[in-house]
């Protein structure tokens, strides 16, 4: 069983950074691919970014690629999610899925789900 425990959430200013975190335990190597999704008030959950393996195979919305990074330190079995220069309408609940095995090579299905963690990007 997958499950997913996420961290690093907060309150930062425009063009800070935060880092997320997802602790993914029975989620091994290649056989599970992890990322994030977020939610904003009054909108869709829309995918963000995903990471199967080690970071050979990564995918991001375009709504933050450049700016966010994400990889997998598969020796403590968690996932980060670096985001840098945030803008405000960033500012959401971040979630991390996974899917065991990996079943899109665009993005990230969601067959399991963390709790979510607020980022709230203020002006």
């Known amino acids: 069983q997958v499950q997913l425990v996420e961290s690093g959430g907060g309150l930062v200013q425009a063009g800070d950074s935060l880092r997320l975190s997802c602790a993914a335990s029975g989620c091994t190597f290649r056989r599970c691919a992890v990322g994030w999704f977020r939610q904003a008030p009054g909108k869709e959950r829309e995918f963000v970014a995903r990471v199967i393996g080690s970071g050979d195979s990564t995918a991001y919305a375009d709504s933050v690629k450049g700016r966010f990074t994400i990889w997998r330190d598969n020796a403590k079995n968690t996932v980060y999610l670096q985001m840098n220069s945030l803008k405000p309408e960033d500012t959401a609940v971040y979630y991390c899925?996974?899917?065991?095995?990996?079943?899109?090579?665009?993005?990230?299905?969601?067959?399991?789900w963390g709790q979510g963690t607020q980022v709230t990007v203020s002006s």
């Open positions: 899925a996974a899917d065991s095995p990996p079943r899109s090579p665009y993005g990230l299905v969601g067959d399991y």
